[in-house]
T-cell receptor, first 114, second 113 residues
Framework: EAGVAQSPRYKIIEKRQSVAFWCNPI?????LYWYQQILGQGPKLLIQ????????DSQLPKDRFSAERLKGVDSTLKIQPAKLEDSAVYLC????????????FGSGTQLSVL | AQSVAQPEDQVNVAEGNPLTVKCTYS??????LFWYVQYPNRGLQFLLK??????LVKGSYGFEAEFNKSQTSFHLKKPSALVSDSALYFC???????????FGGGTRLMVKP
C-alpha cells in the first residue's frame, strides 16, 4: 500500500512569513496526526484528527498554527506568522482508527525559519 | 501528565554484541508502550508495542522489549546487533487507546563493525 505522502520536503522562509504543509494519509485511515520534531528532540503532537473532526489540539499554538482536514482525507497545517523557534521537521502520521496503536509516518517537511 | 525518559543520548555497540536501549515512563493507569525507529531522511517506523499480556514482546527486525511494571521501564533489546541497526530509536507511551501518544527524546544507536 502507498505510504503517507507529505509535501513539500523542504521549506525555507523568513520570520513573520506564512507557510503551509500538506499531508495525504494512507487510504482508509480515519485518524491523522501532525507532529513537530525539533532537532535533537522527540516528536511532539500538535493535533490529532478523527475523520474531519479534531480529537486533540491541546499542544497546538493556536495563535499562529492552524490545521484542517475538511473532507476527512488529506490535511493542511499552516503557520502564520512563523517564528524562528518554529524551525523543525513537521511529521504527518495516520492510523486505521483511534484505537489502532500502529502509526504510519510520512518522511516529513523540514522547515527552516530565518 | 504522561512522560517518557530515554536516559542515553547515544548507545555504542559492536556488531554481533547484544544491545539495550533504555526507556522509563510515567502514566496514569495502564500504559500502552511503543518503540519506533527513525532512519536518516525517513519517517518513523513502528517496531513493537506492549498493550497487555506477556512482559516480553517481540517486534520487527529481531528486536524485543521487556515491560517491567515495578520499575516503569520498557527497554528495547536485541541479542546480536547489526551495522544496519544504526538509527534513532524512540520510546512512546499513551494512557489508553486513542489518547495522545507521547514520545521520548530519542536514543541514537551506533553499531560498529
Amino acid at each position: 500500500e502507498a505510504g503517507v505522502a507529505q509535501s513539500p520536503r523542504y521549506k525555507i522562509i523568513e520570520k513573520r512569513q506564512s507557510v503551509a504543509f500538506w499531508c495525504n494519509p494512507i487510504s482508509g485511515h480515519a485518524t491523522l496526526y501532525w507532529y513537530q520534531q525539533i532537532l535533537g528532540q522527540g516528536p511532539k503532537l500538535l493535533i490529532q484528527f478523527q475523520n474531519n473532526g479534531v480529537v486533540d489540539d491541546s499542544q497546538l499554538p493556536k495563535d499562529r498554527f492552524s490545521a484542517e482536514r475538511l473532507k476527512g482525507v488529506d490535511s493542511t497545517l499552516k503557520i502564520q506568522p512563523a517564528k524562528l523557534e518554529d524551525s523543525a521537521v513537521y511529521l504527518c502520521a495516520s492510523s486505521r482508527d483511534r484505537g489502532n496503536e500502529k502509526l504510519f509516518f510520512g518522511s516529513g517537511t523540514q522547515l527552516s525559519v530565518l | 501528565a504522561q512522560s517518557v525518559a530515554q536516559p542515553e543520548d547515544q548507545v555504542n555497540v559492536a556488531e554481533g554484541n547484544p544491545l539495550t536501549v533504555k526507556c522509563t515512563y510515567s502514566v496514569s493507569g495502564n500504559p500502552y508502550l511503543f518503540w519506533y525507529v527513525q532512519y536518516p531522511n525517513r519517517g518513523l517506523q513502528f517496531l513493537l508495542k506492549y498493550i497487555t499480556g506477556d512482559n516480553l514482546v517481540k517486534g520487527s527486525y529481531g528486536f524485543e522489549a521487556e515491560f517491567n511494571k515495578s520499575q516503569t521501564s520498557f527497554h528495547l533489546k536485541k541479542p546480536s546487533a547489526l551495522v544496519s541497526d544504526s538509527a534513532l530509536y524512540f520510546c512512546a507511551v499513551r494512557d489508553g487507546a486513542g489518547n495522545m501518544l507521547t514520545f521520548g527524546g530519542g536514543t541514537r544507536l551506533m553499531v560498529k563493525p
